[in-house]
């Protein structure tokens, strides 16, 4: 497949910019208030609650949703207003021209609400860099929110697309989701820019059979987009 012909699909937390410094800290807690107010549970309750639906479905608006009746658009307008968040975030502009050096379509496909990503995209200068943003509102079967990695919200966003799983790359620094992309026949890539500071790639020695490529940078891939 010639390079142009590729689409490119960036998560955006820890893979666009370093959410682990920050962001995620502030979301985790805006997340647990949120379940101690409407689910009346104590924090220590929340906490685990989260953790079990992050680990069953990949996101925990999806438990919230399935066995709480959680309304999707509160849960996300409650809990990602971070106040200040911007001061937080730091954008390159290298990012930006490897980007544009990328050949080949851009697309943002985040479980982020749409606010949430388009204000770290204007922060860190990244606004006009996607094709399109798929955010987790859009990833919505039968009613119920199905984020990634659910192997059949892949599979509705690439029709909705009009794309073949075999022209996609998946850039991303979550494994599991990059686990289902592949089995769909996507190429995948590691990003490990920000993994290595949050201390996650502790233990972790080799390139699963899963991913294709593994980098540290964007520069890194743009210098180097075959494979």
């Not at 925990?60 to 001061?87: D, I, M, S």
């Not at 899963?210 to 891939?221: D, E, N, P």
Request: aromatic share 8%.
């Amino acid at each position: 497949m010639a390079l142009r012909d590729k689409v490119w699909l960036f998560d955006l937390d820890d893979t666009l910019h370093n959410a682990s410094h920050r962001a995620f800290r502030e979301l985790n807690a805006s997340m647990s208030a949120y379940i101690v107010t409407h689910l009346g549970l104590t924090d220590a309750e929340a906490a685990e609650l989260r953790n079990r639906y992050w680990l069953r479905y990949g996101a925990t608006l999806t438990g919230l949703q399935r066995h709480h009746g959680v309304k999707p658009a509160h849960f996300l307008a409650e809990t990602h207003k971070l106040p200040g968040l911007e001061a937080h975030l730091h954008g390159h502009a290298h990012d930006l021209a490897a980007l544009r050096r990328l050949p080949g379509r851009k697309f943002l496909m985040t479980n982020a609400p749409r606010g949430y990503a388009e204000r770290v995209l204007a922060t860190i200068g990244l606004s006009g860099a996607f094709e399109g943003l798929i955010c987790v509102e859009d990833m919505q079967l039968f009613g119920h929110s199905r984020p990634k990695p659910d192997a059949r919200m892949f599979r509705v966003v690439l029709a909705r697309l009009k794309l073949r799983a075999t022209q996609c790359v998946l850039v991303e620094d979550t494994l599991i989701h990059q686990k289902t992309a592949r089995g769909l026949g996507m190429k995948t890539v590691w990003m490990q820019r920000w993994l290595r500071q949050a201390g996650v790639m502790r233990g972790v020695q080799r390139r699963p059979a899963y991913v294709s490529r593994r980098v540290r940078s964007l520069a890194a891939l743009a210098r180097s987009p075959h494979f």
